[in-house]
């Protein structure tokens, strides 16, 4: 028997939950270059909370356990917006117990809410399983868009330019 899951928007009482989740995902993804727990308390506290991100948890009995990190863009298609996601993790040892999808599904729920004809979001390369899992989903590859980044120092660089030499 599965226990039920419960999905909500995460606020600022869910900043403790939120360090565990983000801690955990970010040590997932970099290994011993994740940040310590403490500033990633402070990065939730400080800049995810009050930024306009919104995020999504999954609970059970009350653990968080899963979350998805999305915002609505606009313009989107037509005069609706477009809901983005941005990450979507699940605790390992919740994986393959349907809280990916219910996360998405969630997500799917707030764009058809708030107006978006649009759910969208990237993939790593690097990361077969997730690609292989949007794939199952039924989520369409979008082939025909490039994605682009400015990021470390060339990030600082641009910031610098004078935008009238441009």
């Given at each position: 028997m599965t226990l039920p899951l419960n999905i909500r928007l995460a606020g600022k009482d869910d900043a403790v939950a939120l360090t565990e989740?983000?801690?955990t995902m970010f040590?997932?993804?970099w290994g011993a270059d994740a940040p310590s727990r403490p500033d990633v308390a402070r990065h939730i506290s400080c800049d995810v909370l009050p930024s306009g991100c919104e995020i999504v948890i999954a609970e059970r009995e009350?653990?968080?356990i899963g979350l998805a990190t999305f915002a609505v863009l606009y313009p989107g298609p037509g005069l609706g917006g477009q809901l983005t996601m941005k990450d979507l993790f699940v605790l390992d040892h919740a994986r393959d117990a349907g809280v990916g999808r219910a996360l998405l599904t969630h997500l799917a729920r707030i764009a058809v809410e708030r107006g978006c004809l649009r759910l969208d979001w990237t993939g790593e390369t690097s990361?077969?399983?997730a690609l292989a899992y949007y794939d199952a989903l039924g989520a369409t590859r979008v082939t025909e868009?490039?994605?682009?980044r400015v990021d470390g120092?060339?990030?600082?660089?641009?910031a610098e330019r004078d935008a009238s030499k441009s």
């Open positions: 989740l983000f801690h040590a997932h993804y009350g653990q968080a990361n077969p399983r868009k490039v994605y682009f120092d060339a990030l600082k660089d641009w």
